[in-house]
């Protein structure tokens, strides 16, 4: 096993090489991008001269949000899961509808999908932490006159704390003998702790992120961590002894260089911990949970392992140290670069626009400013103290006698040389447009777009649609997709027993532990579909085509269109319109109660030709019917026939086979008779020839 100071090691080095620390670049980056993105002075400005600064970068990241927030926050369902198979099909929309839950209800999705985008557009690298957090929930009960054998009944778990206890003498009356008695009883309370579990789900800065910097995905990260401030209290509470916790240090400064750069300049940032001189249970610590494949064991495998510590990076102190799957971190980056984590942010791609357009703008207001109040040029004669400080319609005295006023003040005109820069500008903003995919025209009215043609507006809006659905299908298909799959693995895992949620106004109980949690999951918000009004007339245009299939098909049973198709049609048409319960509008068919039976009503009259028909149908029905009766019976009899022919058939060759079995054993019966016939003439004749031969050639009688 690895010594502790031999993981404490580790750790440090670890959280020193850790992508986005203060040794990498990218720390850098993201402090210039909040001050961009802020308008902050970029430090080049001079006294007398236009301070202004332009804002293409929060102007940039401001446009998209809205349109990617009603991509993906603008539906009840982003996504579906995707069966394994046949016997996944009820898990999976069951799955879909509970993970969909959780992250719209039981967690605050908006807002977590609003700072996850806009950190990934602005600083590179977006990230949430997807884990299961186990609360302890105390409950108190108070128990009065109980009995020693109802006391010793009572159940106490590990965890619960009896609060107070008393013993006292309680008079009562036998219901029996009705007589007067005197019994010990017991009071007293009690402190239930009922732990609870559910799916928690927090966007993370990114400057309390860090991870592996030779990572390429999530999935390929060997270490990663998420630090924060924590009170000594928490610590406690969290398990850490009191003596420990109150000997931790405070480790780095309350805001790092990051931190403090995301505060508005306007914001106080000198508080501290002053309130940890009166009381030392609230000062903080930096408290970093750290995930990283270690071999503590030394077997030769690295295991996952969660291993929390506390302090600066350069002496940290191990908290916990516990074994699991992997890290709880889901990322994405705006504009991905090939076989790295992290790619390009709005920034990277505006920011220098940002900067060339500040400069220019500030030549520009500067040259405005000195055509219209331009300088003056006195002489000796004039008072300097008015010329200084003019006022408009103000007065510039003169010495008495100088002549005229003409020959003592005379205006410096500055010719008005900003248009050149006003059309350099309007090209950098082209050059923005087509870096970005914002245009004017999918911002608001441009003032040309009068002039323009409808086809032409058209193609620069379906242009825009394309790049912001590419930055939509790279969220979907990196992050979101890990994080609704973490999400239901965790689910699947430790949520032991089924949960009762409101679902379409109706409650229904979510057991995942049934379901697979290795479903796919496929993300089915608006994606690359074009803007609203586009996606309202496919929309309006399928649902036109479902009913001309109804009527083509003669009702709604199929096999084109049924109930169902009509129903994701209209459901589609109130999420396009920015409603988000369908249901209100539209009756779910697979829920919907079977149509009542049609009220009986008397029978109409019958129309003769109509019985004459249904008369000769009937006979022809009677006649065919008898014929194929009589065919079946036929065949029936031919087969049964067959059947006999065989059998006799058989029958005769088992006879036949009798009758040649018996004949070959008589012959050879006959045939041994014939031999040993033989073979006892054969003896008889050697023996004669023997008597013969012992006579000398005479013959004998025998007798």
Not at 22 to 41: F, M, N
Not at 570 to 586: C, D, I, Q, T
Request: negative net charge; aromatic residues 4%.
């Amino acid at each position: 096993m690895l010594s502790e100071r031999a993981i404490q090691s580790i750790i440090q080095a670890r959280l020193t090489e850790a992508l986005g620390q203060d040794s990498h670049a990218l720390k850098g980056a993201r402090i210039s991008a909040l001050q961009r993105y802020r308008g902050e002075p970029d430090g080049r400005e001079r006294e007398g001269h236009s301070q202004v600064v332009w804002r293409d970068v929060a102007e940039s990241v401001d446009s998209v949000m809205p349109q990617l927030m009603k991509i993906f926050a603008g539906s009840e369902q982003i996504g579906q899961f995707q069966p394994q198979g046949p016997e996944d099909e009820p898990g999976a929309a069951q799955a879909t509808d509970y993970v969909n839950w959780i992250w719209s209800s039981q967690n605050n999705g908006p807002m977590i999908l609003h700072h996850w985008l806009k950190d990934g557009l602005l600083q590179r690298l977006g990230v949430i932490k997807v884990w299961w957090d186990r609360t302890e929930r105390r409950r108190r009960e108070t128990y009065r006159s109980l009995t020693a054998e109802e006391l010793d009944a009572l159940e106490i778990g590990e965890d619960d704390r009896v609060v107070w206890q008393q013993e006292r003498a309680e008079d009562i009356t036998d219901p029996i003998s009705g007589q007067r008695l005197t019994l010990q009883v017991h009071d007293l309370a009690i402190d239930r702790v009922e732990e609870e579990g559910c799916v928690r789900i927090a966007a993370i800065p990114p400057e309390d992120f860090g991870c592996d910097p030779r990572a390429v995905c999530d999935e390929e990260m060997a270490f990663a961590f998420h630090r924060c401030r924590k009170t000594v209290s928490d610590l406690i509470e969290m398990g850490v002894p009191k003596a420990k916790a109150l000997s931790l240090q405070p480790g780095d400064d309350d805001l790092d260089t990051e931190k403090s750069a995301r505060r508005h300049p306007d914001q106080d940032d000198s508080a501290g911990d002053g309130e940890a001189s009166l009381d030392p249970a609230m000062r903080s610590v930096w408290v970093a949970e750290c995930y990283l494949k270690l071999d503590e064991d030394e077997d030769g495998v690295a295991e996952w392992r969660k291993i929390t510590v506390a302090g600066p990076s350069s002496g940290v102190e191990i908290l916990f140290d516990e074994e699991v799957d992997g890290h709880p971190f889901c990322s994405w980056t705006p504009f991905p670069t090939p076989h790295k984590l992290i790619g390009e942010s709005l920034d990277d791609k505006v920011g220098d626009i940002q900067e060339v357009k500040t400069a220019l703008m500030r030549q520009v207001l500067d040259n405005l400013y000195l055509t219209n109040n331009p300088g003056l040029g006195v002489t000796e004669r004039v008072n300097l103290g008015d010329a200084l400080d003019r006022e408009i319609g103000g007065v510039v005295r003169v010495e008495d006698q100088a002549g005229p006023v003409g020959n003592h003040i005379m205006p410096i005109t500055v010719p008005f040389t900003a248009g050149a820069s006003l059309s350099v500008m309007e090209y950098i903003d082209q050059a923005k447009e087509m870096r970005t995919g914002v245009s004017r025209m999918t911002q608001g009215l441009d003032v040309d777009a009068i002039n323009k043609t409808a086809t032409g507006v058209n193609a620069v809006t379906n242009f825009s649609q394309e790049r912001m659905a590419l930055i939509a299908r790279v969220f979907a298909e990196s992050g979101l997709k890990r994080a609704f799959k973490k999400t239901l693995e965790l689910v699947c895992k430790y949520q032991d027993k089924a949960k009762i949620v409101r679902l379409r106004n109706r409650w229904v109980p979510m057991d995942p532990r049934a379901w697979s949690d290795q479903m796919d999951f496929a993300v089915t918000v608006g994606i690359g579909t074009g803007n609203k009004d586009q996606m309202l007339a496919h929309l309006r245009a399928i649902l036109a085509l479902q009913v001309q299939a109804i009527q083509f098909q003669g009702g709604v049973q199929g096999p084109l269109v049924t109930l169902p198709n009509i129903h994701n049609t209209l459901s589609r048409l109130v999420e396009n319109a920015g409603l988000k319960a369908p249901e209100l509008f539209f009756v779910d068919p697979a829920a919907a109660a079977p149509p009542a039976p049609p009220a009986a009503s008397a029978p109409p009259a019958p129309d003769p030709r109509a019985t004459m028909l249904q008369a000769q149908l009937q006979i022809e029905q009677a006649r065919a019917q008898g014929q194929m009766q009589i065919a079946a019976m036929k065949v029936q009899a031919e087969i049964e026939l067959d059947k006999q022919k065989a059998a006799a058939q058989i029958e005769i060759q088992r006879m036949k086979a009798e009758a040649e079995a018996a004949l070959a054993r008589v012959k050879a019966g006959l045939e041994h008779e014939r031999k040993t016939a033989e073979l006892g003439a054969e003896a008889g004749l050697e023996a004669a020839k023997a008597a013969l031969g012992s006579g000398g050639g005479e013959l004998r009688s025998v007798g």
